[in-house]
């Protein structure tokens, strides 16, 4: 009986659509919470800083420290392989391949300072693009006791070298929500209404590790070279957190709990010990923002915050 020669497709989407993920609890508590803070540069300059202080440490007699929103972005991690992104059945790709795109997260209520959660996990998204996959992950997070879900995760990973499994006259997609709803992105022409600039340590990633993500990308300097770089890159979502304080200190006073919801678009890598400028733009309760590495004039991350509200002592 003759058999075919062709190689079989990286992407079967029914397989993947059908995969049924398994829920996955997990403890967090404020040891956790501060070392993140730190890992995205909180008090890196000024260790009694007004604004950040909080953040790792009960100033003033508060009974929790506060927690920064893109804390939220480790649950995914819960879920996955410890190498930042989660396996689905029916999608094969080679791992150094992969880029991560896209990040968007929903806060609905403060995050606390320490708490047991519960993962729900679903295939959001899976896109044919001819030399490459877009595969979007949604991670829902509820709080365990109560059910109260808590927040919402939705990664975008580029998986390139696994595209052409559908015809290409028709490419296979498919979303659980309407088209460009969360990932449009507006610079607006005009000079920023703020500007944050923030250098890394050169140890950075290998503190920002400790938060979940050991891809040795961030850490292995001959792994580094393989993939193209020539020395270990700060992770995506350590910028994202870079970001995101630069927000919330030029426009939220320091509270993190005024922010709803963030979007970043992954653009280029950071090396630890490059300075992230943080350029931003007031929107009514949405912050457009775009960072740069300032040493190469690069931007590295773009997208926007939206606010719960604007502080009155803004």
């Not at 508590?29 to 000024?46: F, I, N, P, Q, T």
């Not at 590790?209 to 700060?234: E, K």
Request: proline share 6%; charged share 20%.
């Amino acid at each position: 009986m003759a058999t075919s020669s062709k190689p079989a497709a990286a992407v079967d989407p029914e397989v993947a659509l059908a995969h049924k993920f398994p829920e996955v609890s997990f403890d967090y508590d404020e040891r956790d919470v501060a070392l993140y803070a730190l890992g995205v540069g909180a008090c890196g300059d000024d260790a009694v800083d007004d604004k950040e202080l909080h953040l790792v440490y009960h100033r003033d007699g508060q009974s929790h420290i506060k927690v920064l929103p893109t804390f939220v972005s480790l649950f995914p991690n819960k879920s996955s392989n410890g190498f930042g992104f989660i396996e689905v059945p029916g999608i094969n790709f080679d791992p150094s391949l992969l880029l991560h795109g896209q990040q968007y997260i929903e806060i609905y209520r403060p995050i606390p300072s320490y708490a047991s959660v519960v993962n729900k996990v679903k295939v959001a998204g899976l896109h044919d693009k001819g030399k490459a996959t877009i595969l979007e992950i949604e991670t829902s997070t509820s709080l365990k006791e109560s059910g109260e879900i808590l927040c919402m995760n939705r990664s975008t990973i580029y998986l390139r070298g696994a595209g052409g499994f559908s015809d290409s006259s028709r490419p296979y997609t498919y979303a659980t929500y309407p088209a460009n709803q969360v990932s449009r992105i507006s610079i607006p022409n005009l000079s920023p209404s703020a500007v944050y600039d923030d250098q890394t340590k050169q140890s950075q990633a290998l503190l920002y590790r400790l938060s979940g993500d050991y891809n040795p990308l961030h850490s292995d300097p001959d792994i580094a070279q393989v993939a193209g770089f020539t020395r270990p890159i700060l992770h995506g979502l350590c910028t994202l957190g870079f970001a995101a304080r630069a927000v919330i200190k030029s426009f939220c006073n320091g509270e993190p709990a005024a922010v709803k919801s963030i979007f970043g678009r992954f653009l280029l890598h950071v090396y630890p010990g490059e300075t992230l400028s943080t350029e931003m733009w007031l929107d009514g309760h949405k912050v457009h923002y775009q960072t740069k590495v300032k040493e190469r004039n690069r931007a590295v991350l773009s997208g926007y915050v939206l606010l719960q509200h604007i502080p009155s002592s803004l």
